[in-house]
């Protein structure tokens, strides 16, 4: 992992930040829940309650920011937490001023409208096929031989 140096605006993130819950769970008007438990970036250990420190705030009903730093004593290292939480389940991180995605797991509720939507899609369009191609198969049964 490349060397960090510790900037000032992201001490200020930690030494200003309301102390924040070890694991971070935020709830969104559709009832979906967005979980977050943070970790050292180095050893990988959780946070010390006390030591994970910033600001949540919902900028959209469905979307959560999390600006947050964590502090670890063992390392003496501050990591620095930028995520976007959105109600669909997909999280947003930047790292290093680089946004990435994640997109939402998929919960067999979800797998199952899928495929619900797959197989209404094929039916209908097995129906426009008949519908498409019975008169041509009927008049060919009825041509006269
Ligand atoms: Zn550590």
Redesign the pocket.
């Known amino acids: 992992m490349p060397e960090h140096k510790v900037t000032a605006k992201e001490k200020a993130i930690f030494v200003n930040g309301n102390t924040l819950p070890r694991m971070v769970n935020i709830k969104f008007p559709n009832g979906s829940v967005g979980h977050f438990s943070p ?7 959780v946070f010390a309650s006390g030591y994970f420190k910033g600001t949540i705030t919902t900028p959209l009903p469905h979307v959560a920011s999390v600006v947050a730093a964590g502090w ?6 501050l ?1 620095m937490f930028t995520l976007r939480f959105r109600a669909d389940g997909a999280v947003e991180r930047c790292v290093d001023g680089v946004w990435s995605r994640q997109e939402p797991t998929p919960t067999i509720k979800s797998v199952c409208r899928g495929l619900r939507a797959k197989v209404r899609r094929s039916v209908i369009s097995m129906i426009a096929f008949f519908l498409l191609f019975l008169p041509l198969v009927l008049a060919v049964i009825r041509m006269p031989r």
């Open positions: 970790s050292c970036v180095h050893c990988h250990k670890c004593p063992g390392c003496k290292v990591s």
